[in-house]
């Protein structure tokens, strides 16, 4: 794996998708946790060929700016890019933009897993409940 591992994904905005629908707001726009869940899920995609196997990567961090809003039937593009590997920690350059303007853009930190382990970690972790 090597840093500029580029991502792109497009999809149109739904009702589903929107502040209102999930009451993050008043309004009928593309939600920011919907641009997030975007922009994470555009850089997962972009570096799974490069991973082990049995490997995965889990989100950690998420530092965004929503810049501006969009509507539903709008089709909306995330683009990632890989801009820090240190380790098992994935840094990201992401940003989301509608055919007028960004929305929005920011980092998102990945770590790459074993999925066993992190699993029995999690299963232990139930046990103690």
């Given at each position: 794996m090597e840093i500029g591992i580029k991502g792109k994904q497009e999809r149109v905005v739904s009702y589903e998708e929107t502040a209102e629908y999930i009451s993050s707001g008043l309004l009928p726009v593309f939600a920011t946790p919907c641009m997030i869940r975007l922009m994470e899920a555009t850089a997962r995609?972009?570096?799974e060929?490069?991973?082990g196997e049995g490997q995965s990567t889990v989100g950690t961090s998420v530092n965004i700016r929503h810049l501006a809003s969009t509507f539903v039937g709008c089709?909306?593009?995330c683009e990632s890019e890989l801009v820090e590997i240190d380790?098992?920690?994935l840094v990201f350059a992401v940003k989301v933009y509608d055919d007028k303007e960004l929305l929005g853009e920011g980092t998102h930190e990945r770590f790459i897993i074993d999925n066993e382990k992190f699993?029995?970690?999690l299963e232990a972790k139930r046990a103690t409940f």
């Amino acid at each position: 794996m090597e840093i500029g591992i580029k991502g792109k994904q497009e999809r149109v905005v739904s009702y589903e998708e929107t502040a209102e629908y999930i009451s993050s707001g008043l309004l009928p726009v593309f939600a920011t946790p919907c641009m997030i869940r975007l922009m994470e899920a555009t850089a997962r995609l972009s570096v799974e060929p490069y991973l082990g196997e049995g490997q995965s990567t889990v989100g950690t961090s998420v530092n965004i700016r929503h810049l501006a809003s969009t509507f539903v039937g709008c089709k909306v593009t995330c683009e990632s890019e890989l801009v820090e590997i240190d380790r098992r920690r994935l840094v990201f350059a992401v940003k989301v933009y509608d055919d007028k303007e960004l929305l929005g853009e920011g980092t998102h930190e990945r770590f790459i897993i074993d999925n066993e382990k992190f699993l029995a970690r999690l299963e232990a972790k139930r046990a103690t409940f």
